[in-house]
């Protein structure tokens, strides 16, 4: 599946950000669909993932609380809704597909299909 993440720009501290990933497939609900980022210098960090049909979601403990994500499997999109944003969230947000099989994966190596990045700057 192809993956396009928009969204990202600068915003200020304690400021909100909402990306979104639009998938290219007719059976988008079968995906698991995941959120990662990388900031520089850094591997790349599991942030947050949803399952097919969007009743489970799973979050790193650095964005409990902060970021939300969701889908919309008519529209083939995935959002990460982000607020009170810090400086340490600054990082090239990916999005992530794989075959949902009833868990959610953490790991960047189990997803199979992933966006182009968008770049979030979280100024103080």
């Known amino acids: 599946v192809q993956l396009q993440a928009s969204g990202g720009g600068l915003v200020q501290t304690g400021g909100s950000l909402r990306l979104t990933c639009t998938a290219s497939?007719?059976?988008?609900?079968?995906?698991?669909m995941g959120w990662f980022r990388q900031a520089p210098g850094k591997g790349r960090d599991f942030v947050a993932a949803?399952?097919?049909?969007?009743?489970?979601?799973n979050y790193a403990d650095s964005v409990k609380g902060r970021f939300t994500i969701s889908r919309d499997n008519a529209k083939n999109t995935m959002n990460l809704q982000m607020n009170t944003l810090k400086p340490e969230d600054t990082a090239v947000y990916f999005c992530?597909?794989?075959?949902?099989?009833?868990?959610?994966?953490?790991?960047?190596?189990?997803?199979?299909?992933w966006g182009q990045g968008t770049l979030v700057t979280v100024s103080s």
């Open positions: 992530a597909a794989r075959r949902y099989y009833g868990i959610i994966s953490y790991s960047p190596g189990d997803y199979n299909d």
């Open positions: 949803i399952s097919g049909s969007g009743s489970m979601t």
């Open positions: 497939t007719r059976t988008f609900s079968n995906y698991l």
